[in-house]
């Protein structure tokens, strides 16, 4: 199985050999957004309004928030979500729930066409192109994809180190559960936890790791 510490932040990866410190995702972080507008251009108009994975979040709500979180410059991020907070909300994921829903008003040939834009903007080597943006992206192009029965297409490395990264900072029940179990990932090589082996999907444990419906083990132990 592959060793996937390597591929975090200096800070979330166990000590040892740092030469394959790797802080750039830019290219996986392009083809993930890639494949989720041409994933969103073939949808009809019913599908753009079906509910997410995200809890409360429409297909377009979810493209909404690709489009704030991910293509925002750190400036805009806590410039508007500042606004938000002074303004409204003292919850942020409230103020997180406003901002992606107004992104989310925009027509649907305008949310593709500006997901295609961040892209393009990424592969130019402007913007953040880390983990954390890398995160964003699989997991709510999981959060569109899998409700509708589509396949968002993730390359190992990077269902891997998402998968480890959210093992690290998940919720307390979760972190228990893999306490107790080790998830191995049958069709991309790497595994996350502790004890007996869980066998599954990547997309079915990071899906589980994110506490998402339809994941690998769905309640505690």
């Not at 429409?58 to 979180?69: I, L, M, Q, S």
């Not at 991020?77 to 989310?104: E, Q």
Request: proline fraction near 6%.
């Amino acid at each position: 199985m592959a060793d996937l510490s390597k591929y975090l932040p200096l800070s979330q990866r166990r000590i040892g050999d740092e030469s394959g410190a790797n802080s750039n995702w830019r290219d996986y972080l392009v083809s993930t957004l890639t494949a989720t507008a041409d994933l969103l251009a073939e949808l009809s108009d019913e599908q753009w309004e079906t509910p997410s994975l995200c809890a409360g979040w429409r297909v377009r709500d979810v493209a909404g928030h690709v489009v704030w979180r991910v293509g925002s410059s750190n400036r805009q991020l806590v410039s508007t979500a500042a606004r938000a907070y002074l303004g409204h909300f003292i919850n942020p994921n409230r103020a997180i729930d406003v901002l992606s829903r107004a992104a989310a008003e925009a027509p649907p040939a305008d949310l593709v066409a500006q997901i295609r834009q961040i892209a393009a903007d990424k592969a130019a080597g402007h913007g953040r192109h880390g983990i954390t943006e890398l995160t964003e992206a699989v997991v709510h192009g999981l959060d569109l994809a899998h409700p509708l029965g589509l396949k968002l297409p993730v390359a190992p490395p990077v269902s891997g180190a998402v998968a480890l990264r959210q093992s690290l900072i998940a919720p307390t029940e979760i972190k228990a559960i893999l306490r107790a179990r080790t998830l191995v990932a049958t069709d991309a090589n790497w595994r996350v936890g502790r004890g007996p082996e869980l066998l599954g999907t990547a997309e079915a444990h990071l899906l589980f790791l994110f506490g998402r419906p339809g994941g690998s083990l769905a309640t505690p132990l």
